[in-house]
């Protein structure tokens, strides 16, 4: 029986969620949200769980939300531990991920070898195509489409296979098309788009049975000069 969704956003208040919900959930979309909350009734027990993001707080793309120190981003992913290992990247936001992501990603994959990867979607920023104004010092619709073709392929290297669950972000060019009247079929889908191969399955939302799972935050906790502090990894 499956018992928990992961789908790119369902609120911005883990613990509604957890109390709203008759099952687990597990969301990204809210950058500065980091945190498992439970909620227990006469019938089950549930928890939900928001992963943060791995976009470069220091980038042209995330420079919308730095006049409100409440909304910075928290660097960081999620992890279900029972018979499988579940690895959940979040936000990447490629190409404006942070410089230090990948190596994480993979460090993470090192010690854990993880059974499982998902994502929990805005892979692609898109900025350059986004609805909000773009910084002007952000790369053109161009360098940022090659930058994100190559960035693709350097992770489907470290996780050659991954389910993801699509974000706003990741719809741009779709929603983009709509916006000029034109249907969303006219586009490739995301693996031709970028390179990728199909062993990539990118879904609206995912069901699937945690079997008991325990979920787990693991942040990218960072030294003073903005870099992955390589000592620090813990669950």
């Known amino acids: 029986m499956n018992d928990t969704l992961m789908v790119h956003s369902i609120g911005t208040n883990t613990q509604q969620n957890a109390t709203k919900m008759a099952h687990n959930s597990i969301q990204g979309h809210h950058h500065s949200a980091f945190g498992i909350e439970y909620y227990a009734d006469k019938s089950l027990l549930r928890w939900s769980m928001s992963v943060g993001c791995f976009l470069d707080p220091d980038s042209p793309a995330a420079r919308y939300g730095a006049g409100n120190v409440h909304k910075r981003p928290i660097l960081g992913c999620g992890a279900l531990f ?72 350097e992770l489907q290297d470290i996780f050659p296979k991954m389910i993801i669950t699509t974000g706003n972000h ?30 990539w399955k990118f879904v609206r939302e995912l069901w699937f049975n945690c079997k008991g799972a325990k979920p787990v935050l693991l942040p990218m906790t960072l030294n003073k000069r903005g870099r992955w502090d390589k000592n620090i990894l813990e669950m």
């Open 82 to 153: 029972g018979e499988q290992k579940v690895l959940v990247v979040s936000d990447l936001h490629i190409p404006y991920h942070h410089g230090d992501a990948f190596d994480f990603l993979q460090a993470l994959d090192d010690e854990y070898s993880f059974d499982k990867i998902l994502n929990v979607g805005d892979l692609y920023d898109h900025h350059a195509g986004s609805y909000h104004e773009s910084e002007p010092d952000a790369m053109s619709p161009e360098e940022e489409y090659e930058a994100s073709k190559h960035y693709a392929k």
């Open 170 to 199: 990741d719809n741009i060019p779709q929603r983009k098309l709509k916006t000029c009247g034109l249907p969303s079929s006219m586009l490739s889908d995301y693996n031709a788009m970028y390179g990728t191969t199909s062993d």
